[in-house]
């Protein structure tokens, strides 16, 4: 019996600009990963605006997406989200380190992101990438029922400090 032909077989897993097109995808992805989504819209001034939108793909499987904006010497993390089947599985880590990469590329020193105080996976993973938090934003984020949730402010240096 062969080994080899017992293994499922590989599945190239890659990065493709977000688009349009491809936005039904995205706005599913988010709707389930999210008690609240960012709606169509929102995707759509992003890509209008020239952000930096990818998409992680394995074959047809959407497995997450970020989307970045370019300011002066940094990058500001919109949204990061995997796909509730993929998560726990390191794909949070490999956008950020593409994300950190392109920014770099860009001349960015730092990256910012904001995370919901209560998302404490999503807080663990980007301490786990260098991330620190610098701040807090009140009552950034809806919550639901009329209330408002803090956020969590943090950054990357993309570049070491003289």
Same mark, same amino acid.
């Given at each position: 019996?062969?080994?080899?032909?017992?293994?499922?077989?590989?599945?190239?897993?890659?990065?493709?600009?977000?688009?349009?097109?491809?936005?039904?995808?995205?706005?599913?992805?988010?709707?389930?990963?999210?008690?609240?989504?960012?709606?169509?819209?929102?995707?759509?001034?992003?890509?209008?605006?020239? !952000?930096? =939108? #990818?998409?992680?793909?394995?074959?047809?499987?959407?497995?997450? @997406?970020?989307?970045?904006?370019? +300011?002066?010497? *940094?990058?500001?993390?919109?949204?990061?989200?995997?796909?509730?089947?993929?998560?726990?599985?390191?794909?949070?880590?490999?956008?950020?380190?593409?994300?950190?990469?392109?920014?770099?590329?860009?001349?960015?020193?730092?990256?910012?992101?904001?995370?919901?105080?209560?998302?404490?996976?999503?807080?663990?993973? !980007?301490? =786990? #990438?260098?991330?620190?938090?610098?701040?807090?934003?009140?009552? @950034?984020?809806?919550?639901?029922? +009329?209330?408002? *949730?803090?956020?969590?402010?943090?950054?990357?240096?993309?570049?070491?400090?003289?």
């Amino acid at each position: 019996m062969d080994r080899m032909s017992d293994q499922p077989h590989a599945v190239e897993v890659r990065f493709e600009p977000m688009t349009e097109s491809r936005l039904e995808a995205v706005v599913a992805v988010e709707g389930q990963a999210h008690a609240h989504p960012w709606q169509r819209q929102h995707f759509l001034d992003c890509l209008a605006s020239g !952000y930096q =939108a #990818q998409m992680l793909l394995a074959g047809d499987a959407l497995l997450g @997406y970020f989307i970045g904006m370019k +300011g002066y010497e *940094e990058v500001h993390l919109l949204n990061i989200t995997v796909a509730p089947a993929y998560q726990q599985q390191g794909w949070a880590r490999v956008m950020l380190d593409a994300l950190a990469l392109w920014a770099r590329g860009q001349g960015a020193q730092c990256l910012w992101l904001e995370a919901r105080t209560g998302n404490t996976r999503a807080i663990h993973v !980007y301490k =786990a #990438q260098g991330f620190c938090t610098v701040g807090t934003r009140r009552a @950034y984020y809806p919550a639901g029922n +009329g209330q408002r *949730e803090d956020a969590v402010v943090m950054s990357l240096q993309l570049v070491a400090a003289d």
